[in-house]
C-alpha cells in the first residue's frame, strides 16, 4: 500500500473484511456501494462469502491478487469466484508460479488472459502434459512462444531488487572435519620442524 501511495496519490482505501456484522455495514455504506473509494482491500475468504457484491455491482479497473499460486486450481471455487469478477486489467503477485505442472501455468494464464487461454486442452496437448509417461515432451516450438508470451507479461524481481539493505551474498566454503585435522597436523609438524630448525642455526652460531 505504501508503495502504491508513493507512485500515485490515493485518496480512500477501504478495507473490506471482518465478521458478518461488520461486512454488512461496510458494503451497506455510501462510500463503498456508491464506489467512492480508490482502492477496495479484501481477503480471500472475504470474497467467497461476499462474491456477489463484486462480482455484480461494479466493473473493476485493476483486480490485484497477492499469492497468486493459490488460484493454481482452475477448477477450485476460488479460481472461479475471482473470474468472475468482471475487470479489463489482472495483475497477479507470487513467487511460486509453478509447484507441481504445467497446466498450473496454464490456471494463472487462464485468470489473467480468459480470451487468450480460453481452453485448456490446446495448451495440455502443446505441452504433451496428458500424454504416456515415456512419450512426454515438450514441444519445442511452442515452448519458445510460450517463454516469449511469459516475458510480455510478467515481471520478475529479485530479492535483491526489492530488499535493498540486504548484505550482498558471500559463498562458504565447508571443511570436513578430517580435513580439519589433517590441516592441523601439518601445520604443528611445519612448526616442529621450523623450530628445529631455528635451534640448529642458533648451535651452529654459537659454535662459530
Same mark, same amino acid.
Given at each position: 500500500?505504501? %508503495?502504491?501511495?508513493?507512485?500515485?496519490?490515493?485518496?480512500?482505501?477501504?478495507?473490506?473484511? &471482518?465478521?458478518?456484522?461488520?461486512? =454488512?455495514?461496510?458494503?451497506?455504506?455510501?462510500?463503498?456501494? $456508491? &464506489?467512492?473509494?480508490?482502492?477496495?482491500?479484501?481477503?480471500?475468504?472475504?470474497?467467497?462469502?461476499?462474491?456477489? $457484491?463484486?462480482?455484480? @455491482?461494479? !466493473?473493476?479497473?485493476?483486480?490485484?491478487?497477492?499469492?497468486?499460486?493459490r488460484i #493454481?486450481?482452475?477448477? &477450485?471455487?476460488?479460481?472461479?469466484?475471482?473470474?468472475?469478477?468482471?475487470?479489463?486489467?489482472?495483475?497477479? !503477485?507470487? &513467487?511460486?508460479?509453478?509447484?507441481?505442472?504445467?497446466?498450473?501455468?496454464?490456471? !494463472?494464464? @487462464?485468470?489473467? +488472459?480468459?480470451?487468450?487461454?480460453? =481452453? /485448456?486442452?490446446v495448451f495440455?496437448? %502443446? *505441452? @504433451?502434459? @496428458?500424454?504416456?509417461?515415456?512419450?512426454?515432451?515438450?514441444?519445442?516450438?511452442?515452448?519458445? #512462444?510460450?517463454?516469449?508470451?511469459?516475458?510480455?507479461?510478467?515481471?520478475?524481481?529479485?530479492?535483491?531488487?526489492?530488499?535493498?539493505? +540486504? +548484505?550482498? #551474498?558471500?559463498?562458504?566454503?565447508?571443511? /570436513?572435519?578430517? $580435513?580439519?585435522? *589433517?590441516?592441523?597436523? *601439518?601445520?604443528?609438524?611445519?612448526?616442529? *620442524? !621450523?623450530?628445529?630448525?631455528?635451534?640448529?642455526?642458533?648451535? #651452529?652460531?654459537?659454535?662459530?
Amino acid at each position: 500500500m505504501r %508503495a502504491h501511495a508513493a507512485a500515485a496519490t490515493v485518496e480512500k482505501v477501504v478495507k473490506l473484511h &471482518g465478521s458478518a456484522i461488520e461486512r =454488512d455495514r461496510l458494503i451497506s455504506s455510501d462510500n463503498v456501494m $456508491f &464506489g467512492n473509494a480508490d482502492i477496495y482491500l479484501t481477503t480471500y475468504e472475504t470474497l467467497a462469502t461476499e462474491e456477489a $457484491f463484486f462480482s455484480s @455491482n461494479f !466493473l473493476w479497473h485493476t483486480v490485484v491478487v497477492d499469492e497468486g499460486h493459490r488460484i #493454481k486450481n482452475d477448477t &477450485g471455487a476460488l479460481s472461479k469466484a475471482l473470474s468472475r469478477v468482471k475487470t479489463p486489467f489482472r495483475i497477479l !503477485l507470487t &513467487g511460486t508460479p509453478l509447484q507441481n505442472n504445467l497446466h498450473e501455468l496454464w490456471a !494463472l494464464l @487462464n485468470f489473467m +488472459l480468459p480470451e487468450i487461454f480460453e =481452453d /485448456s486442452r490446446v495448451f495440455d496437448t %502443446a *505441452f @504433451n502434459i @496428458n500424454g504416456p509417461e515415456r512419450s512426454r515432451a515438450i514441444d519445442t516450438p511452442m515452448l519458445v #512462444k510460450a517463454r516469449k508470451l511469459l516475458e510480455a507479461i510478467m515481471i520478475r524481481r529479485v530479492k535483491s531488487e526489492v530488499e535493498k539493505s +540486504l +548484505l550482498p #551474498k558471500k559463498q562458504v566454503r565447508r571443511l /570436513s572435519l578430517s $580435513f580439519f585435522f *589433517f590441516l592441523a597436523f *601439518f601445520l604443528s609438524c611445519f612448526l616442529a *620442524f !621450523l623450530f628445529a630448525f631455528k635451534a640448529m642455526l642458533a648451535l #651452529k652460531l654459537c659454535l662459530l
